[in-house]
């Protein structure tokens, strides 16, 4: 039990990563406020981590709206007296090549996948420092900063920016006590990884010829990565992005 007493954040936690996250951090003893946009995607992972005897709550709240990501912050601080562990992963994906992606969709992907990274960090990194410290991890991409990917230029650049943010805010930041680091995971066993009509079984036989460990990395060895830099374990990782793709990369 490596988080008792604790109180951890997870954004977009309705579902894949951020779901088996919030189940991982609570089997660890934290208390987890589950945080995204449905909220009977929230519940659902509320219930998957009671029944795994672990305690969280749901908090609605939109990661592109300042108003709403500040209350988050302040509300989850408010009712369970602390905010140790912040997993800033709500993410979407658009993929078009640049000349076809459409202004909604890029001015989409900067809000969620950019500026609610850092507006979950502004609030996160405000308390914790008044608090005396905590732990940032926030989710970038395999193919943002690391690997080649063509068809995909908006996406890949968010996810880019997410790694300089993590760097530049670590740095600003670790002698507040407040450890930052990033997760780019490669291909992983959710619904965002599917390509446009491509089925599980489909996405099984691509990747077993393109990915060097011939497979999706399933939620929990994401998570594995993600609680140990949650962890003090990894106490003097500061400022990293820490990939985790089956090789893809190496
Ligand atoms: P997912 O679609 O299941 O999870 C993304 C979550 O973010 C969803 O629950 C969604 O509702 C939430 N979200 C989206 N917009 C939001 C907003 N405005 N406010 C609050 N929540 C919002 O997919 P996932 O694979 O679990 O993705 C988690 C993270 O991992 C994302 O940042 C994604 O970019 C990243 N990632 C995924 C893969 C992959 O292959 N699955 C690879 C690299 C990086």
Not at 227 to 245: A, K, M, N, T
Request: aromatic share 4%.
């Amino acid at each position: 039990m490596e988080f008792v007493d604790q109180v951890a954040l997870v954004t977009g936690g309705g579902s894949g990563i951020g779901r088996a996250a919030a189940v991982a951090l609570a089997a660890q003893g934290a208390t987890v406020v589950v945080a995204g946009r449905r909220a009977a995607s929230l519940d659902e992972t509320v219930a998957a981590v009671e029944a795994a005897g672990g305690t969280a709550y749901a908090h609605r709240a939109d990661v592109t709206v300042a108003d709403e990501v500040a209350d988050l912050i302040s509300a989850t601080v408010t009712r369970h007296g602390r905010l140790d562990i912040a997993f800033n992963n709500a993410g979407i994906l658009a993929a078009a090549p640049l000349a076809d992606l459409d202004p909604v969709d890029w001015d989409r992907l900067v809000a969620v996948n950019l500026t609610g990274v850092f507006l979950a960090m502004k609030h996160e990194i405000a308390h914790m420092r008044s608090a005396g410290g905590g732990v940032i991890v926030n989710t970038a991409s395999n193919i943002g900063a690391h690997q080649r990917r063509a068809g995909m230029a908006g996406y890949v650049a968010t996810k880019a920016a997410v790694s300089a943010l993590t760097r530049g805010a670590a740095l600003d930041h670790i002698g507040d006590g407040v450890r930052i680091n990033a997760i780019s995971p490669g291909p992983t066993e959710t619904t965002m990884s599917l390509r446009p009509g491509e089925s599980e079984a489909d996405r099984a036989r691509r990747l077993a010829e393109v990915n060097p460990s011939g497979r999706a990395a399933t939620v929990d060895e994401i998570v594995a990565a993600v609680l140990w830099l949650c962890s003090p374990r990894s106490s003097y990782v500061v400022g990293h992005d820490l990939v985790v793709d089956g090789g893809a990369t190496a």
